[in-house]
Structure formats: structure tokens, C-alpha cells
């Protein structure tokens, strides 16, 4: 099985950045990925890693480090949309289409 | 705006009740996944199907049936349901193709309540 962290809350002001981090504790390790939920509906996809570094796309990037178990989601710029939950999901190498999930990070953006 | 569609997206049953939840997606996807979300608890995987075999059932309880027709098409049979089942249940989709991002997509949800 797996162990995904990641923080329950997180208070940011509008403009500014947060970053969200996650770590995981595996047997095995086959691709993380990011996802956002607003409150009362689907999560959408926002990013994935499987190799160690940094992927950019516009305002989000995820940092992914393998040996120490570790990602991170940066959101730049926040803007007030940005308020909603942050999944962070751990893809079982042994178990083909195998999601494990971390509980979720709330974002609130104040203005 | 999502390719996986969900129905219906509210649900109220009693114990004895027998209801069905369906997912649809539009993506040319080959897998379909269910998955219960409860508050303040992580996604759970429940099923798995890739071209329309079942591929996972993740120890759920047998008062949830899974259904799929096709590649397209996934139903969730409820039966004799607890109230601790009360939860969103999310469909998603996938590629279905090992060995790359298979990014999995997620319907809107239906909210199951059981009294």
C-alpha cells in the first residue's frame, strides 16, 4: 500500500504564492499527479510527474522528487478561483489504473 | 467542462431500497473507474474496468454491483445500503494505456444520501 501527506489547510492572500507539498511512502513508484476539486464537483486534472524535477504549466508548476518521496504544487499569481481542494495521487506500480489518494489540501484565497 | 457525465447527480435511498447510479463518458476512453468520496476522507478506489473487463475491486462490500456494457458505459447497482455509505460517488475515464500519463478525467459526482 501507500501513505500519502499533505497538509489539511492553507491560507493564502490574493496575488501571492503557495505551495502545497505532498509526500508519499511506497513500495514501488510509477507517476504522481495533481488535481483540483472546487466544492461540489469534479476534481480536474492539473498536472503529472513521473521523472524528478520541475513541470511548468502558466501560473501552476509540480516539483517531483523521488528519492525523498516528495512533490510539491506551486500556485503563483493566486487568484480567488484558485479557493478549492488540492489532490495529490500516487499511482500503484503493481495495480495498472490504481490511484491512491491523499485526503486533500484546502486552499482559501483572501482577498 | 467534462467529457464524463453523470446520473443522477442527487440521490436519496432507504436501506431497502435498490437504485442504480450511471456514468457516461465521451472521450474514447477505455477504462472507467469508480471511486467513493467521503467528507474529509481520501478518493477511495472501488472499480476498475478496461475494455469493459474488471481489472480491480478494491475489497468493496457486495451491496455495490458494478455494470459494463461498454467502453463508454458504467453503472453502479446499490443494494441494501448502509447509512455510512452515504458519500459522493465519482466516475472517471482513462485512455486505458499502459505505460503512459493515462490521465484519469472525472464526472461530476452523485451525492448518495441513505436514511
Known amino acids: 500500500g501507500q501513505n500519502i501527506d499533505q497538509p489539511t489547510e492553507m491560507t493564502a492572500t490574493e496575488g501571492a504564492i503557495v505551495q502545497i507539498n505532498c509526500t508519499y511512502q511506497t513500495s514501488g513508484f510509477n507517476g504522481l499527479f495533481w488535481y483540483q476539486q472546487h466544492a461540489g464537483e469534479a476534481p480536474t486534472f492539473l498536472s503529472y510527474n513521473v521523472l524528478d524535477g520541475l513541470e511548468e504549466k502558466g501560473r501552476f508548476s509540480s516539483f517531483l522528487s523521488r528519492s525523498k518521496g516528495y512533490s510539491y504544487l506551486l500556485l503563483k499569481e493566486l487568484q480567488m478561483k484558485d479557493s478549492a481542494s488540492y489532490l495529490c495521487?500516487?499511482?500503484?506500480?503493481?495495480?495498472?489504473?490504481?490511484?491512491?489518494f491523499g485526503a486533500g489540501t484546502q486552499v482559501v484565497v483572501t482577498p | 467542462e467534462t467529457g464524463v457525465t453523470q446520473t443522477p447527480r442527487h440521490l436519496v435511498m432507504g436501506m431497502t431500497n435498490k437504485k442504480s447510479l450511471k456514468c457516461e463518458q465521451h472521450l474514447g476512453h477505455n477504462a472507467m473507474y469508480w471511486y467513493k468520496q467521503s467528507a474529509k476522507k481520501p478518493l477511495e478506489l472501488m472499480f476498475v474496468?478496461?475494455?469493459?473487463?474488471?481489472?480491480e475491486n478494491n475489497s468493496v462490500p457486495s451491496r455495490f454491483s458494478p455494470e459494463c456494457p461498454n467502453s463508454s458505459h458504467l453503472f453502479l447497482h446499490l443494494h441494501t445500503l448502509q447509512p455510512e455509505d452515504s458519500a459522493l460517488y465519482l466516475c472517471?475515464?482513462?485512455?486505458?494505456?499502459?505505460?503512459?500519463?493515462?490521465?484519469?478525467?472525472f464526472g461530476p459526482g452523485t451525492r448518495l444520501t441513505v436514511l
Open positions: 474496468y478496461n475494455f469493459k473487463e474488471q481489472t
Open positions: 495521487a500516487v499511482r500503484d506500480p503493481d495495480s495498472w489504473g490504481k490511484l491512491q
Open positions: 472517471a475515464s482513462s485512455p486505458g494505456l499502459a505505460g503512459g500519463t493515462d490521465t484519469q478525467y
